[in-house]
């Protein structure tokens, strides 16, 4: 009698490979499964580093809060710089808060268009108490 040397000419080691569930048939659904995955892994890499880049391409405002001055309970002076680029128009929230850091003033103001990158500015804002500071929330362009 001559032996291959192969496990599967063994029958012993067939019905072992029977019994754990090692079959070829087994082996190709285990690699069709992987290999799946492995493009679903690869669609969805590929659709995030394709969003992920086209969201950069917005325009960049950057701020920088320069000062406050609490005038009065009613009143609170917020000076602040935008950075962008010249030509664009700008919209910013800024914010007055109290001693608990809630919101008791609020104000819009318009960033006009300018030839220069950074623009500082002072604003009035009115509030329903006394504020402790005074600050830029955010900036967006219009």
Same mark, same amino acid.
């Given at each position: +009698?001559?032996?291959?040397?192969?496990?599967?000419?063994n029958?012993?080691?067939? %019905?072992?490979?029977? &019994?754990?569930?090692?079959? =070829?048939?087994?082996?190709?659904?285990?690699? +069709?499964?992987?290999?799946?995955?492995?493009?679903?892994? /690869?669609?969805?890499?590929?659709?995030? /580093?394709?969003?992920?880049? $086209?969201?950069?391409?917005? %325009?960049?405002? =950057?701020?920088?809060?320069?000062?406050?001055?609490?005038?009065? %309970?009613?009143? !609170? &002076?917020?000076?602040?710089?935008?950075s +962008?680029d010249?030509? $664009?128009?700008?919209?910013?929230?800024?914010?007055?808060?109290?001693?608990?850091?809630?919101? *008791?003033?609020?104000?819009?103001?318009? /960033?006009? *268009?300018?030839?220069? &990158? !950074?623009? =500082?500015?002072?604003?009035? *804002?009115?509030? =329903?108490? $006394?504020?402790?500071?005074?600050?830029?929330?955010?900036?967006?362009?219009?």
């Open positions: +009698m001559t032996t291959t040397g192969h496990a599967s000419d029958p012993d080691s067939v %019905d072992l490979d029977a &019994r754990y569930g090692r079959s =070829s048939r087994k082996t190709r659904q285990d690699r +069709m499964i992987a290999w799946i995955a492995a493009a679903a892994f /690869v669609i969805v890499f590929a659709a995030w /580093v394709i969003w992920a880049g $086209l969201d950069g391409s917005g %325009d960049s405002i =950057s701020t920088r809060d320069t000062g406050h001055k609490i005038i009065d %309970d009613r009143q !609170t &002076r917020v000076s602040f710089e935008v +962008m010249p030509g $664009l128009q700008a919209q910013c929230a800024l914010q007055v808060q109290n001693d608990a850091h809630a919101i *008791v003033g609020w104000k819009i103001v318009d /960033v006009p *268009v300018s030839a220069k &990158r !950074t623009q =500082s500015f002072t604003e009035v *804002v009115r509030t =329903s108490e $006394l504020g402790v500071t005074g600050l830029i929330y955010r900036c967006w362009p219009v």
